[in-house]
């Protein structure tokens, strides 16, 4: 009986151990954000992963929403519901197009190779964590997805009869053409698709994804499509184009064009599944199957996922909540789910990867991360991985460093080892500047700070800093240089990250120089609007000057995505001037109420999301920043596809968010400090990396009425008497304190 008690007693502490360590991916809803243009997916990924499975949705005549009639950059849009596949390299949460590719599609029945034929409504969707499924209701197919790092993996359950996998290498988000294929035996397929002009920057810049596509069961016959070039002038006299597809039944060679693809045909006496491996790599085909073999070989596809689910659960794992409602926790670990899927890896299994500008193949022992979109994600996603995940953000750090090595430049919106040169400012030296004085610092600072000075000092042909030289000699951009107004903005916030840093390592020289210049917006300052506004050449202001027009991607002279209302406040490296400019705290305070008061806060754009939290530098107006932040979690953030406020800008909305449901924002980037708001849960504790700050962990608590505001700050039961706090006093092992009433 003894023995019999000490077993249940063993298997219920496993039992609880195995859900307390599941519950985190648990409450992931990987459809949130894949309406209202949040540019999510919803297929299978690893954490940092190079592939993901996703159901491709947004190319078929049957959509509501096609690729071609609205700008779209994601595979999937959640109101769409005819499927021509499942694409295995995509980005999450992005604004323009690009990869989207390499797309798988089980069908039964007759072969057919057009897409518009092919496609299928779908039903019964389901997506967790590292795993999406679904069922094809034309042909009856369960499809599943998972993925390993490197490796997509799918699961296919077929009725009996003929049934048939086609590889499509034709469609796909990108906006480049080209691609070559190859079977290789009844099992295995290898190829290469072009893709890049992401944002239709830069069409110069195509480059190759390689893969490899593995088969549990040989097929009984196989091929490949294409259909034939359109030949043009002279050409077309003597090569008559048919539109016609070309099928070659087991062909066995190289097959090279823009709509190409290959097929394996079965014939099933029974239901039958068939799992499909897709390796891939941005080097070779070598090292594509050297990534499938890796990371999958002799592992069935619950292996895979099992493996890819603790993963997901070792990474959310790191920040733990208490209290809220089962929704809350739901877009807080998804938004936490969403911020781990980039930057991700770039190098293969064997630290192989693309040089920056040449594409030859280096190698490095660490992790190369890609997908930088630093306009966005410098305003809080690095921060939150210096908070949480500090290891990956100085592989972040080291990554961006070997970019300025092998380019001669930081990165400024990187992809897959191409600069797309995307969007305004010369946001890298933020970032790198708050991971050091965060405490960061097993990276060559001195390299980072070099770097930094050259983009920001270099005159001729400096692709970071368009209109340097009348910033330098004038203070601010001109209206001859789009976006003046809010370039001139982007450049002070980076001189002023310049500065910190400078001062840090004791270059007094630069932090003078840099600490003027990043003040130089003020010459902008239109005391009778009590707005920035843009100037000529000759010094004058622009007229005539709406400073309504900007918004909602519309044309304004002097603001990108934005207007002056929206970029009013973007100066947080100086707040206290920007106030006195506005004539002190109360008119500060009235003019940044106007901003919500008039509907122009956006809280889908990056250059305002911050504006909340600015009402905690005026001393007796931090309920407002309280209040504000929490209708505004309220309203935007939602357990539902459309769930986010717009395009989660590869995890920046995703952080705004999880700061902001824990009660800390990091105010001004750049800067070590956090100002501070209501916590939506009772109690999060933050696991703090040993390697790098002393502390066991952090714990932010909250006391008090439900909808009460802040009437007391404590850290470690002592008084903390401003809304402010610094990272290092946080990251000790500390205990903050909230009190409502």
């Known amino acids: 009986m003894y023995r019999k008690v000490i077993l249940f007693l063993i298997l219920v502490g496993s039992s609880f151990t195995y859900v307390a360590s599941q519950e985190y991916a648990a409450y992931v809803n990987p459809f949130i954000g894949t309406s209202n243009y949040g540019a999510t997916h919803p297929g299978a990924i690893a954490p940092r992963g190079m592939v993901s499975v996703s159901p491709f949705n947004v190319a078929g005549k049957q959509n509501s929403l096609e690729k071609d009639s609205r700008w779209l950059s994601n595979p999937y849009v959640n109101e769409n519901t005819f499927l021509t596949g499942f694409s295995h390299v995509n980005l999450s949460g992005v604004g323009c197009p690009d990869l989207g590719v390499i797309l798988l599609m089980p069908t039964t029945g007759n072969l057919e190779t057009n897409h518009l034929k092919y496609g299928s409504e779908y039903a019964n969707e389901s997506a967790k964590a590292g795993y999406y499924s679904t069922v094809l209701k034309k042909y009856n197919i369960k499809v599943e997805a998972t993925a390993s790092t490197r490796t997509g993996v799918s699961r296919y359950s077929f009725p009996k009869g003929q049934s048939n996998i086609l590889l499509n290498l034709g469609l796909g988000l990108t906006n480049e053409e080209g691609a070559s294929i190859k079977i290789v035996s009844p099992t295995e397929i290898e190829g290469i698709r072009n893709v890049g002009s992401f944002c239709y920057y830069k069409p110069e810049e195509a480059y190759p994804v390689y893969f490899v596509a593995k088969f549990s069961k040989p097929a009984a016959s196989y091929g490949v499509w294409k259909k034939p070039a359109k030949y043009k002038g002279e050409e077309a006299k003597w090569m008559p184009y048919n539109g016609k597809i070309r099928l070659m039944e087991g062909y066995r060679k190289e097959v090279i064009g823009d709509s190409i693809g290959s097929y394996f045909s079965y014939n099933f006496d029974k239901p039958t599944e068939v799992e499909v491996k897709v390796g891939v790599s941005y080097v070779s085909i070598e090292n594509a199957r050297e990534n499938l073999e890796k990371e999958t070989q002799g592992l069935t596809f619950e292996d895979i996922y099992k493996q890819t689910e603790t993963s997901w659960n070792e990474n959310l794992s790191k920040i733990k909540v208490e209290g809220g409602t089962q929704d809350d926790k739901t877009i807080f670990y998804t938004a936490l789910y969403h911020s781990l899927i980039h930057p991700n890896i770039l190098n293969d299994f064997n630290g192989e990867y693309p040089k920056m500008a040449t594409r030859e193949t280096l190698k490095t022992a660490d ?145 003078n120089r840099f600490s003027k210049r990043s003040l130089s917006y003020r010459a902008l300052f239109d005391k009778k609007l009590k707005l920035l506004r843009p100037r000529n050449e000759d010094g004058s202001f622009y007229e005539p000057f709406d400073p309504l027009a900007g918004a909602n991607f519309t044309k304004n002279i002097g603001f990108i995505e934005g207007n002056a209302w929206q970029y009013a406040f973007m100066v947080s490296h100086d707040i206290k001037g920007l ?10 305070s009235n003019q940044l109420q106007k901003v919500f008061d008039t509907n122009q806060f956006d809280m889908a754009n990056e250059p305002d999301i911050a504006y909340p939290f600015l009402f905690n530098y005026v001393k007796g107006e931090e309920w407002r920043a309280q209040k504000m932040v929490h209708k505004l979690i309220s309203q935007y953030f939602q357990n539902k596809p459309a769930g986010l406020p717009g ?60 909808d009460g505001v802040i009437s007391s700050i404590l850290l470690d039961n002592n008084r903390h008497n401003n809304y402010f706090i610094n990272h290092s006093d946080l990251v000790k092992g500390s205990k903050l304190k909230i009190n409502l009433k």
């Open 367 to 511: 992790t190369r991360f890609t997908v930088f979109s630093f306009w966005d994600t410098y305003r809080n996603l690095h921060a939150l991985m210096s908070l949480v995940y500090p290891k990956q953000q100085s592989d972040m750090v080291k990554s961006m460093l070997d970019i300025y090595d092998e380019s001669g430049w930081l990165p400024k919106w990187e992809l897959n080892a191409t600069e797309t040169t995307t969007m305004v400012g010369d946001p890298a030296g933020i970032v790198l500047t708050d991971t050091y004085l965060k405490g960061i610092q097993d990276f060559d600072i001195e390299k980072a700070f070099q770097a930094m000075l050259k983009s920001a000092d270099a005159l001729e042909n400096n692709p970071l800093r368009p209109g340097i030289k009348n910033y330098i000699e004038k203070g601010y951009l001109t209206t001859e240089q789009e976006g003046s107004v809010s370039t001139t903005q982007e450049y002070n916030a980076t001189d002023f990250s310049i500065a910190l840093l400078a001062k840090a390592l004791g270059k007094k020289e630069d932090y």
């Open 647 to 706: 395009n989660d800008d590869t995890g920046t909305m995703s952080a705004w968010l999880i700061y902001s449901m824990m009660g800390i924002y990091p105010v001004s980037p750049g800067e070590p400090i956090y100002t501070i708001t209501t916590p939506v849960f009772d109690k999060i504790t933050i696991a703090l990396d040993s390697n790098y700050y002393k502390g066991k962990e952090l714990v932010i608590e909250k006391a008090g009425p439900k």
């Open 579 to 588: 106030m006195k400019l506005m004539g002190g705290s109360k008119p500060f």
